[in-house]
Nanobody, 122 residues
Framework: QVQLAESGGGLVQAGDSLRLSCAASGPTYTRYAMAWFRQAPGKEREFVAAISLGGSITYYADSVKDRFTISRDNTKNTLYLQMNSLEPEDTAVYYC???????????????WGQGTQVTVSS
């Protein structure tokens, strides 16, 4: 079992940066690929970024490519999402997830955190 807890969300202005963290607990954390998803009000949850077990392979949604960076520190059981050049369209609740069942970018992950709110004002 893996428990996930996101942190680092907040209210920022357009153009600012923010780093989200996802602390994982449980002995099997390092066995899973992980990802970030987000859900804006009135919209479906969407894929943002994913990272392989060892961190050498990453995937990004086109909307965040070149602005966001996903990384993980397996010694600290923590997943990160560095978000630069934030835009109002990035406003959403951000979720971390572990153990993909339908590819890295699919929505079928076994474990999910509770989410952290990111609000970007214009």
């Amino acid at each position: 079992q893996v428990q996930l807890a996101e942190s680092g969300g907040g209210l920022v202005q357009a153009g600012d940066s923010l780093r989200l963290s996802c602390a994982a607990s449980g002995p099997t954390y390092t066995r899973y690929a992980m990802a970030w998803f987000r859900q804006a009000p009135g919209k479906e949850r969407e894929f943002v970024a994913a990272i392989s077990l060892g961190g050498s392979i990453t995937y990004y949604a086109d909307s965040v490519k070149d602005r966001f960076t996903i990384s993980r520190d397996n010694t600290k059981n923590t997943l990160y999402l560095q978000m630069n050049s934030l835009e109002p369209e990035d406003t959403a609740v951000y979720y971390c997830a572990a153990d993909p069942k339908d590819g890295f970018t699919g929505n079928l992950y076994t474990y999910w955190g509770q989410g952290t709110q990111v609000t970007v004002s214009s």
